[in-house]
Nanobody, 119 residues
Framework: QVQLVESGGGLVQPGGSLRLSCAAS????????MTWLRQVPGKGFEWVSE????????FYADSVKGRFTVSRDNAKNTVFLQMNNLRSEHTGLYYC????????????WGQGTKVTLAS
């Protein structure tokens, strides 16, 4: 079955960095784009970043452009989110998500990894 397991979150000082990972299994990873989403209390889910199946095309929310870099290692079925110069508004529960084979939705996502900016 499809599994997505995120890791790498934690407590970080403003201006600090974290690297999130998402290990995927149960589907043909290198044929799917992958997406990072963020859940913020009181704001619901926010789309953060996406990259195509080959990792050559990347897309970012305006709030993270220039700070976050998404990448993938198809040999290891893993997608990454390098987060630099973090700010308080980047706090949230970060999920990686697999798009559905048809339609605009996501059919699988992991349990999330929490990113907290120290006050």
């Amino acid at each position: 079955q499809v599994q997505l397991v995120e890791s790498g979150g934690g407590l970080v000082q403003p201006g600090g960095s974290l690297r999130l990972s998402c290990a995927a299994s149960g589907f043909t990873f290198n044929t799917y784009a992958m997406t990072w989403l963020r859940q913020v209390p009181g704001k619901g889910f926010e789309w953060v970043s996406e990259l195509n199946s080959e990792g050559r095309k990347t897309f970012y929310a305006d709030s993270v452009k220039g700070r976050f870099t998404v990448s993938r290692d198809n040999a290891k079925n893993t997608v990454f989110l390098q987060m630099n110069n973090l700010r308080s508004e980047h706090t949230g529960l970060y999920y990686c998500a697999k798009p559905a084979a048809a339609g605009p939705n996501y059919d699988y996502w992991g349990q999330g990894t929490k990113v907290t900016l120290a006050s």
